[in-house]
Each structure stands twice: as C-alpha cells, then as structure tokens.
C-alpha cells in the first residue's frame, strides 16, 4: 500500500503501543529533524527503532497497514517467532509488571467455539499447577480483544532435534539431557498428567550460545492425551510420533500412561546416543512392528558405555512391567552418567525479579476464570473433552503446587571434587567421624534405648506384657550402686530417684493413678491374657509429621530434649547414657548451632549409605523463634544455594534448610548435601513413606519423650551393619532372633515422667497373624530372664556396678509383671507402665550392660533345642521344595525377603536355616539396584529353585533375554558361602560377572549351552 505519512502516524495511534498525545509529539519532532522528501513512513518507523519506541515486528505490521492487534489484556505483543519449534508464537510483556511472555493463538474449534473454549481452558488451567524447571511452564489460557491465548514463560533456545543437526551430543551431555527429562516427566505425572508425546522436538534447550542451558519440556496442555487415531496411517504427524510410541499403544483404545512415557524418554535418550530413532524407516505400522519385536541394536557401537547402553534398554523394555517404572527411578538411573559440575542449582527464568509480582496477578485472573467456567459447566451439559481421553478438574486454587505424591527431586549426580591436601582429607575425615558418633549416640537413644535396651528392656516388656505380670524396679534411695559412677569406687553420680519403699525395695502394682485401657474406649482389641487391658497412654498427642525429612529414610527417631531436660527424671535417663552421649551431645550443639535444652523436637532419620555408616539428617524444631540471620551466624555464614527455586545453605561437610512455610516455623533441617538438597525440592513437605512405616506413623504419638519407628531389614543387611559397631555388634544377633522373620515394621515409644509409660508396635507380614506375631514374641521372651542372668554371670561385672547388675535381673523380672500385650488395627501393641524411676535404673543396666567388657558376643543364646528336627536338611532340598509364590508389584529387595520368608515357613521343625542375602556391591557394578522393581509376578507349585529363577529374570536390566543361559542374562542367583558366616551355605543374590570372579557354581538354568 501506498500509505503517507500521516497515514502512518494514524495507525500508530490506533494500535494504542503510544497515547495520541505522545504520537503527536514525536510527529512534530520527526518533521522537524526530516526533509520533506524523507518523510516517508518507512523513515519514520526507522526512527522509531532506533528510539526504542518500537520493536521490529511492530514496525513492519505498521508499515503493512494494520494497527496491529498489539495488545491483548494487559500483554503488549513485542515479536513474532517465525522459525523453529515455537514458530507463530509471540514474544509479549506483561505491562503491569514488565514480566516477559510467550502467547500462543489458539487454533480450531476452541478459537470459535464456545463450548470447545470452556473445555480446553479447564485444561489448560489444570496445567497451570506444573511448576517444574524441567517444564514448559503454562501460566495462564487468555480471553482478550476477541482471541484467545495460552500465555508461557519465555524461553530461547532450540530443540534437541534442531541440535541433533549440528550432530551427536557425547553421552554425558545426552545423559543430563534425558534426566532433566526425567525430572520433568516426573513433575507432570506427580499432577496427574502424561505426556504422550514425548520425542526431541518437544525438548526444549533453554539457553543461549553454545552451552545449552536447561531442558524443558513442550506439551500441549490444552489438549489431553488419549487413544492414537490409527485410522490414518500417512498422517505425517503421527509417523513423526511412530518413532517413540511404547508398543502397547497400538492396542485399540489405549491411552498414554506413564510407563509410556517413560519409553519414549529411553527412545529419545537412543536418539541422542545413535543420532537416529531406534527403527527408522518405514510407514506407521512397521515402525509400530518394529517397536513390540525387534531388538534396539547395540549402542556400544556408537561409542555408548555399557552401563548407560543398559539404562536405555531398560527404558525401552518392551513389555512395560519390565520397564523402568517411574519418572523418579529414572532419573535416578541416569544421574550417574551426566557430566560433572551440570547439577548445580537451576539458571533463573527468565525475567526472574518480575516473576513474584506477575505470579500474584495471574493468580486473581485464574480465580475469576475458573469461577467463569464452573458457572458454565452449571449452567449447562458438561463441556466436551478437547481430544479423546480422560477430562481434567481444576483445582480449588489454581497456582498453588499440588500436595507432594511421590518423590519429585531434582536428583544430582556425583560431583567432581577439587584436588584437596592429605591434611584437608584427613580433617574432613575426622569431622565425618564426629558426626558419625552423633548419629550413632542419637541412634542409640533409641537403638540403645530401643535396641541396646531392646535386648533387656524390649525382651522383658514385651514377655511380661504377654504373661500380663506386674514390676516395680527395686531402687535404694541414694544408693551409689543405681546411678552413673563417677569414678571407680561408685561415688558420684544422681541418685535413685523416688518410688520406692523405705527399705529399698520396690512399691508393688503400678503407680498411683494408672488405669489400664478401656477396651470401648480407646478402640483396642485386646488379646486374651487373664482378662487384662492394654495401659491407657499418659500422652494423647497427634501424629507425628516428617517435614523437612527426606525420601527414602530407614529409622526414624524423634526426642523431645527440651521437654526432658526440664524434669528430674528426663535428665537422670540422659545421663544413664553414660559418657560417649555426653561427648555426642556436645558436637551435635557444636554443629547445630543450639543446645539440646533449645530443641523442642529432634528427628533424626537414617538413611542408606552404599555400605557406610548410613546418613544422617536432623530436623531440629527450636523452642524459641530464630531468625534466618541468627541461624546463618550460628552456622558461621554458609554459602547460599538453590534447588528449584528453594535456598539452602552449604558448609564444607553439611547443608542446611531453613522452611518458609507456616508450618515448619522454627524449624530446620540438618544432614548431608545430597538429602538436604532433596528436602529443598520438596520445599519441606513430608516424603513417601514405605508403606508400613505409614501405617505406624499414623498412630504415634508426638507428645511422648522418645518415638523409634523402623524398617527392620535395614537393620540386617549391608547398609544397616555399620551401625552395630564396636561394643553394639553384640546386638545383632539377639535383636534379629527377637524381631523374627515376620516383622515388617515397628514402633517403640517411651514417656518419662510418673508414670513412666513404654509401647511397641508391630506390624507382621501378610501371612503373620497379630496375634500370632504376639504368640512368638512370648515364646522367645519366655527364654530372657535366665538368659540374661548367664550373660551377667559370663561379663562377671566390674565392682563400681556389680550391685546393680545383681538387681538388673530381678528389675527384669519384676517389669514383667507390668506388661499388656492387645491388637488394634492389624498392630500388636504390647505396653507397659512403672514408676517414674524405671527409666533411667532400666537405662543405666543396659548401657553398662552394652559397655561391659570381657564378655561372649551375644547375651541370648538360641532357642533351646526341640524335639528330633524333621524336613529339608540341606539347601538344595529346600530349593526343591514347592511353592506358590504372586504378587503385584514389589522390589527385588522386597522380593527376596518374601520368598525367604515363605520358605521359612515351610520349614519348620527343619534343622536348616534357609536365607538369600543381595550382595549390593556386585550388583551395582553392573547398573543394578535392590529396588529393582517386578510387576505381575505369578509361580504356582513351582519349586523355591524355579522361583529365583523366575524372579532375577523379571529383574534382570537388560530386558530382550529369551533364555537365562545367555550371557545378556546379568541378575543370577548361587549357593554360596555366607559373607558373615563363611561355613554357613545360602542363596546369594549376585551377577554373572562377579559369580564367574569369584568361582561361584552356576545353577543349571544359567549356564551356557553348548551351540
């Protein structure tokens, strides 16, 4: 068009980018500064440019002749992208608050359509709650001037596909580029949301230059995945999408899940590795073919390592209950292979400063609009899902994150440390050592006070508690023998404490006061024993919370210092610690930054250490606010990190988070990087927890001085062995015969205070009755007493305690009395209270008991013997035996257990002592893991031998094994020496490369035929 000049201010003020005013201002100062004969609307809008007042895309839509549309609510469009994945959308601000945007029109019925408009809206503002940095984020869909938008955060970069042109990435980059993948896929399934078409151009390279920044992935979130359309086979789309489709999705009427997702993850990681799709060629159906039968070829032939060539496989397992079966798991697996120094905290998005404020606004907008289409939806028939699939619901608030379903962390590889001195090494090596101590005395507060005081006070509580039998401890007022010796003759020390008859013995019955519990009353069914009831707990407090915990932990312990400190009783228990929880305390305050008597709440949790002292991690709830300045001095000023969006703070052998929530006020967490960096990604909110472990947490009590709530086969195997250390070693075997082969998870409570109240529970496998479980336990606590006198006999105790320890038995026998045992929801409870003074005498025997020394290594010998043993005499007769062995889903860890179990109890009256051990280290060298996981496991009348068999093949990594002969076929299973006890013979859980090293027989199943 032959516009003028005038003609091109007019639409200048028509497109509103300027007021009228301010047009004709720069109309009058454009002429002054032109020759007529260069007022030309093209020099004008050139002007323009170079003022600022005007960004190229405007300039030429006005020099086309149209006043634009440029602004859209309260968007100002800048610039249109014409190349690329993210060609049509356009760049925008937010005017109130100058925070960049990306606008994408929407197309099809829903840009005309109401009805298609209101249905893929509620879409759209469902994905609103995807807040990930792994994610293509989605602030709001838009209504304005007319048209219709969905409104994201801005981003510049390419796709992996637009870089797959320049070639192959090495398989470090290719790594980070499918975890962050990973990472993102796990945010969108933890709300409820599937990709379905996850392939390299819909990841996102966020950076700028050669670096890439961050991935993100693209969706389409107006639209929800359902069934493939495969009626139109050429559709050039589809046959894009063909490349990365899990098999199972060609079955008619099969939506996309996310164990499909996680396929093609592995088909883009194969991508990225080869430089092409894993069957490329073809048209839809043989790709499809291809996908649900033929092999991936092998990637070691583009250079690829084994170990993430068979992290690809195991993504790409053509039958889905092989695959990988979470996001989470595969990030997991990945994090390993990506380069060093890429897990560091995320770059901010762009327009970060403005971020806070435009969140905020958009925030009221998603409120009126989801007000709008709820209105709708009432006022007529339900709007029609936008595509084939399952429909969205909004939430009640729009932006606010999801509650934390699953472990959604941003996982990070192990970093390349700096060269450090010898003297550096050795100083980090002794800190290390201190903070082991921490954790082990903390630990033992209750696995001393739970385990140490396992073998003589849980033992005793829980056979009395099953004989319904009555104890007062027998405590002299102020007798030196019954407090902490101060030196060797016994002086020193607090005294006994009250409770006790003038001529020293022990007052009988319970203290005054104390009912037992009313069956109606608390809901407790008790089992018959003489008609007695559970004792009614002196605390009713509600739950207990793990915030500011991380995923994964194996022992939870949680103490009330502050609550303790500040009684008489409280503190004598401390000190009937004895010297090294003294030593521990003072490093603990030493590296938290408070004293114990501050701390109003302590849990500590333990969590697997690949074989070492497991890691610990504090949440410390103080009784008094601090603020963050005060906690970072304390700390000596730690250097400030992120992790999606959330600070931490990091010193040179811990890190610290402190949450902003309302509800973790006056708390910090304290423990390791790499957990507390997880505890950061989850912004405080309480992890999964195993599935018993839940169940117990739901009926602890917070009020109460000490909780230990446990996994007892972290106790058993390789990671938990650490902490039976030193003088706690002989532990281990009493507390395994005590606990059984049955239980699944446990819960130990103890109250100070008048009365002193103890509990346990315990939950027992699917095949152990509660009461069944209760039954054993008074079998096996029939035999302590007496056992426990020979252990004192054998210790012959030093003289500045040997009149306790003379005591001690009778205190045990006496607490027996005392004891209830009852059932409630599917636990067995046995508990027990006493006068206030039992604590700290029961505490102070059994720390001195634990620190006695000479001794024999274990104070409870086996069960006596029974009558002429019958049944399977040798492992290879029980490997034959027959079974019928099923379940849904479990871990290889879980997995093993189970089977061991129910072998176990086919064997009773059997002189074997049948065990499968997983020796972790041989299985991690090739890529595996104890949490392997198995779906849809089902052997009837198999035998045992068929059975692990059965089981390792399910679990093995590389999933395309037909035979368990081949070599492909990695997870085996021999007979072989125990590695605690060489002479014992047992099944061990390994991998043909480390059975072959170490000579191992091979069961027929896994030797190599002859060809």
Known sequence: MNATIVDFWKLLAQSKLLSSQQVKELATEFARQDQASSATPKAAAQWLLKKQLLTRYQAVTLLAGRPGPFLLGEYKILDRIDLGRLIGLLRAIHVPTRHPVLLQPCTGAAAKDEAAWSAAASAALAATRIISPYVHRLFEPLEAGGQRFLVWEDVHGKTLEEQLTSGRPPPAVACRAAWQAALGLANMHQQGRVHGDLRPANCYWDGEGTTPGQLKLLYEPQRLPGPIDWSHPTDAHLLLMADYLAPE????????????????????????????????????????????????QPLTRFGVPQPVADVVAFLMAKNPDVRIPSAVMAAERLAPFVE?????????????????????????????????????????????????????????????????????????????????????IMRRRARKQRMNLIAVSLATLLIVVGTGFAIHHWWPHLQAALRGEVYAPEVAANDP?????????????????????????????????????????????????????????????????????PPEAQVFLVVRPAELLAHDEGRKALAALGPSFAEAQKAWEAASGVALAEVEQLILTLHNNDGQFPRAHYVVRTTNKLTLEQLLAKWGNPAAAAEQGEKYYTTANRAFYVSSAPEDERTFAMGDARDVKEVAALKGAPPPLFREIERLRRTTDAARNFTLLFYPPFLFNDDGEPLFGAERAKLREPLAWLLGDHLQAAAVSLHCGEPFYFEMRMLGSLDKEPFELAQELRGKLNEVPKQIENYLDRIMPPQYWSRLARRYPLMIGELHKEMRVGVENEQAIVNSVLPAPAAHNLLLGGELLLASVPGPAAAVSAAPASAAPSGPKTIEEALALRTTYSFDQQSLEFAMRD?????????????????????????KLDGITRNQSIRDFKQENQTVADILTALVRKANPITTVKDPSEADQKLIWVIGPDPENPAREIVLITTRAAAAARKYKLPAPFVAKAN
């Open 899 to 923: 089977l061991a179990d129910d072998v176990k109890s086919n064997l009773k009256g059997s002189p074997l002592t049948f065990e499968i051990k997983i020796l972790g280290d041989d299985l």
């Open 481 to 549: 023998a019954t407090a902490p010796p101060a030196d060797a003759a016994g002086n020193g020390g607090p005294p006994a404490g009250d409770g006790t008859a003038a001529d020293g013995t022990a007052s009988a019955g319970p203290p005054a006061g104390v009912t037992p519990a009313s069956a109606s009353g608390s809901g407790q069914q008790v089992v018959p024993d003489d008609g007695q009831l559970l004792w009614a707990s002196p605390t009713a407090g509600a739950p207990i919370e793990f915030r500011c915990v």
């Open 249 to 296: 999705l060609a079955i008619p009427g099969r939506s996309p899940d996310a164990l499909s997702d996680i396929y093609a993850l592995g088909c883009t990681l194969y991508t990225l590795l080869s430089g092409a799709p894993p069957f490329a060629g073809g048209d839809v159906t043989q790709k499809m073919t291809r996908h649900a039968s033929e092999p991936i």
């Open 340 to 424: 060093d120094g890429t897990q560091s905290a995320s770059r901010p998005p762009a327009g970060a400063a403005s971020l806070p404020a435009f969140e905020a606004n958009v925030r009221q907008r998603l409120i009126r609009l989801e007000a709008a289409l709820s209105s709708r939806t009432r006022a007529s028939e339900p709007a029609p899902a936008p595509t084939p699939g399952e429909s969205v619901k909004a939430s009640d608030s729009p932006v606010a994150p999801a509650a934390v379903l699953e472990p959604v962390v941003a996982i990070g590889p192990p970093t390349a440390g700096a060269r450090r001195s010898i003297d550096e």
